[in-house]
């Protein structure tokens, strides 16, 4: 039952990405080009990634809602900035139950416009203000070109909308969300994340100012992991949300918006995956640990099971997945599951049950290295432990990587063999001519301008005019 080995990463980034998540299970092609099927597997790990998610969001005061898959088209062109970015990706429903429809239907690239609409009735005070919502949904962009879970016409995400009394209390719920973003690639999905302002031309249509958080893949292209856009009053202006504040005068309201979508179980497969297959983090694998029972015969097994059994109260901690498939090796089954990126797998037969002890495994650590005899009163205590070291070896080996594959080119010569093979962080101008003139000649783009700024000047890596921020420059996905 052997099956053929994934391709090399180093050999094929590309179809080692696309033979991984098949064989894994994690999703599967659509009949509808461009669509994708998730399986219970992927949903597991999609599930989790939610949890995390939605408990920061909560904590912050937001609450969850749903709107409708369908918006009139008339409610993306009172936004025209909006609808000019979007135009490309629509795709429009023009006959309803047979018939022509008066006004052709938007099925939901994003949904401000409906959320704006909704909030033009519903906000007519500061007492109303703010109001922070969630959805988790689908939404639909006419993709040209894509790749499981990185680039699908329909993904799934969550999208907050949020409304305030004023700019301040906007951008602060605006960069807050980022943060919530950063601290949950990182403390969740053990996935290293720069913050950043995305360039005027990067922004999202429509938006103030908008930002990222942006992740380096294990082929050092960049992927942009999760947005937060201050919409500034834009939207309101176009949907006519507007309350009277505490002096009885009439204002608009100043709105945000943020999602995070599918594309992350992307992230964490190119970032911690390896030629063996998935290494998935700890706190989001939808199976933290896998028991495999070995024995021979009848007799082993039921000596192997019962053990199991008084195990279980050490065991309910965590999400555990018992494989007592028939007729497998119990090397098929190691093999299986490391394709798979199980954290830890526990090996226990009959001599482990003698010895009143288990065989841990960790997936991030190969061969002999990686495994651990652990006594079984300790077990609970020797799986967390391991769980808590992987998840700092997995995030430690994506930092190593991303700062040995950045970049300071010291001239344009140099800054275009860097993004060939990595990121460049470079002084820039800030001008949408040169940016267009560096993407068109490397194909690398603004990925942001980091939050995180050394401070002074220098000379734009370009075109060498006066530049005051630095700026992430590479290949994306």
């Not at 597997?41 to 937001?62: C, H, I, M």
């Not at 900035?81 to 629509?90: D, K, N, T, Y």
């Not at 994003?110 to 609409?117: C, K, L, P, R």
Request: hydrophobic content about 40%.
């Amino acid at each position: 039952m052997a099956e053929e080995r994934l391709p090399s990463r180093s050999d094929n980034f590309a179809e080692w990405y696309n033979q991984l998540v098949l064989r894994s299970e994690l999703a599967d092609y659509a009949p509808v080009r461009g669509c994708m099927v998730i399986r219970p597997y992927g949903w597991a790990l999609w599930e989790n990634l939610q949890a995390a998610l939605d408990s920061r969001f909560k904590a912050t005061g937001v609450t969850n809602a749903a709107f409708p898959l369908l918006i009139p088209m008339s409610f993306l062109e009172r936004e025209k900035q909006h609808v000019e970015g979007f135009a490309p990706e629509l795709a429009v429903v023009t006959i309803g139950g047979g018939e022509k429809l008066e006004e052709p239907l938007v099925v939901r690239p994003t949904s401000e416009t409906i959320i704006g609409h909704m909030w033009s009735k519903w906000i007519k005070s500061y007492r109303d203000l703010p109001l922070l919502l969630n959805q988790w949904n689908s939404v639909v962009r006419w993709e040209m070109r894509t790749k499981l879970f990185l680039r699908t016409m329909e993904f799934y995400w969550q999208e907050g909308h949020t409304a305030h009394a004023g700019p301040d209390e906007a951008e602060g719920r605006t960069r807050q969300m980022l943060d919530i973003y950063a601290d949950f690639a990182e403390n969740e999905a053990a996935v290293p994340v720069v913050r950043g302002q995305k360039s005027e031309s990067e922004k999202f249509a429509g938006a103030l100012r908008s930002y990222s958080i942006e992740a380096m893949m294990g082929d050092t292209r960049a992927l942009q992991a999760g947005t937060s856009h201050n919409l500034g009053d834009n939207f309101a202006r176009a949907f006519d949300i507007r309350y009277l504040d505490k002096e009885n005068q009439l204002q608009y309201a100043w709105t945000t918006s943020w999602g995070l979508s599918t594309r992350f179980i992307g992230a964490i497969i190119m970032v911690h995956g390896d030629d063996q297959g998935l290494i998935l983090p700890p706190r989001l694998a939808p199976h933290q640990v896998v028991v495999v029972p070995i024995h021979k015969s009848d007799d082993e097994r039921a000596l192997v099971m019962g053990a199991l059994d008084r195990l279980a109260d050490e065991l309910r901690r965590f999400r555990v997945h018992v494989d007592t498939r028939d007729g497998l090796t119990p090397g098929f089954k190691f093999n299986d599951w490391e394709m798979r990126g199980v954290p830890v797998r526990l090996e226990i037969g009959p001599k482990d049950v003698a010895r009143e002890q288990v065989m841990l495994a960790r997936r991030d650590t190969p061969g002999k290295q990686g495994k651990l005899a652990v006594p079984f009163a300790a077990l609970a205590d020797g799986i967390q432990a391991m769980l808590d070291d992987i998840h700092t070896a997995l995030f430690q080996r994506a930092t190593d990587f991303r700062q040995a594959h950045t970049h300071t080119p010291s001239d344009y010569a140099e800054f275009r063999q860097v993004v060939e093979d990595g990121w460049a962080d470079v002084w820039w101008c800030g001008r949408s001519a040169c940016e267009t003139e560096i993407k068109e000649d490397t194909r690398a783009s603004t990925r942001c301008i980091p939050l995180d700024q050394p401070g002074g000047t220098g000379r734009c890596i370009h075109c060498g005019e006066p530049a005051e921020k630095r700026a992430l420059f590479a290949r994306a996905y």
